[in-house]
Antibody
Framework: QVQLQESGPGLVKPSETLSLTCVVS?????????WGWIRQPPGKGLEWIGS???????YFNPSLKSRVTISVDTSKNQFSLKLSSVTAADTAVYYC????????????WGQGILVTVSS | EIVLTQSPGTLSLSPGERATLSCRAS???????LAWYHHKPGQAPRLLIY???SRATGIPDRFSGSGSGTDFTLTISRLDPEDFAVYYC?????????FGQGTKVEIK
């Protein structure tokens, strides 16, 4: 069973950079698929942030693109998210997930990690 | 950007009853690009349906998906206690993934 686990600071100060890592087990990222980040602000719905292929190819939600970096480390079987210049609006539960292309869906998700932006 | 609107916002039903959830898109969505998820607080979202009507591995046959174009439906034929949760539809188009705002299925 493929498993994903997010990790990182639960509290980030405004204007700083949010950094999260997703470790994948029971599946080698190098074998394929895209790997994505999705977030859910308190009381709101799900928002896709961006995705990366094992080769390093990325694509992002245009609303966040200017602040987002996603990278992959196949040697550690993990991928990472950096979101710069955060504000309180970036407070959310952040999920990592694996997704298929055509048909398009996310099949394995992490449990999520709450990141609060506050001074 | 394709906006997905789910209705109703909340569905109050009893175990054993039938649930019908709607997902309407602002533009036509290819069936292969529409999926449904089950989500409980503190848990990872779980894929139920992909390609508008295909059940994911391990999903009971009380869950079914249908629809095309701009109107899609998730039906739960008989609600089990574990089914009381929030359900999201999701689409992919023009290199952008979007989700509906969710339908909460609560115990009446």
């Amino acid at each position: 069973q493929v498993q994903l686990q997010e990790s990182g600071p639960g509290l980030v100060k405004p204007s700083e950079t949010l950094s999260l890592t997703c470790v994948v087990s029971a599946y080698s990222i190098s074998s394929g698929y895209y790997w994505g980040w999705i977030r859910q602000p308190p009381g709101k719905g799900l928002e896709w942030i961006g995705s990366i292929y094992h080769s390093g190819s990325t694509y992002f939600n245009p609303s966040l693109k200017s602040r987002v970096t996603i990278s992959v480390d196949t040697s550690k079987n993990q991928f990472s998210l950096k979101l710069s210049s955060v504000t309180a609006a970036d407070t959310a539960v952040y999920y990592c997930a694996r997704h298929h292309s055509n048909p398009y869906y996310f099949d394995y998700w992490g449990q999520g990690i709450l990141v609060t932006v506050s001074s | 950007e394709i906006v997905l609107t789910q209705s109703p916002g909340t569905l109050s039903l009893s175990p054993g009853e039938r649930a019908t959830l709607s997902c309407r898109a602002s533009q036509s969505v290819s069936s292969g690009y529409l999926a449904w998820y089950h989500h409980k607080p503190g848990q990872a979202p779980r894929l139920l349906i992909y390609g508008a009507s295909s059940r994911a591995t391990g999903i009971p046959d009380r869950f079914s998906g249908s629809g095309s174009g701009t109107d899609f439906t998730l039906t739960i034929s008989r609600l089990d206690p574990e089914d009381f949760a929030v359900y999201y539809c999701q689409q992919y188009g023009s290199s952008l993934w979007t989700f509906g705002q969710g339908t909460k299925v609560e115990i009446k």
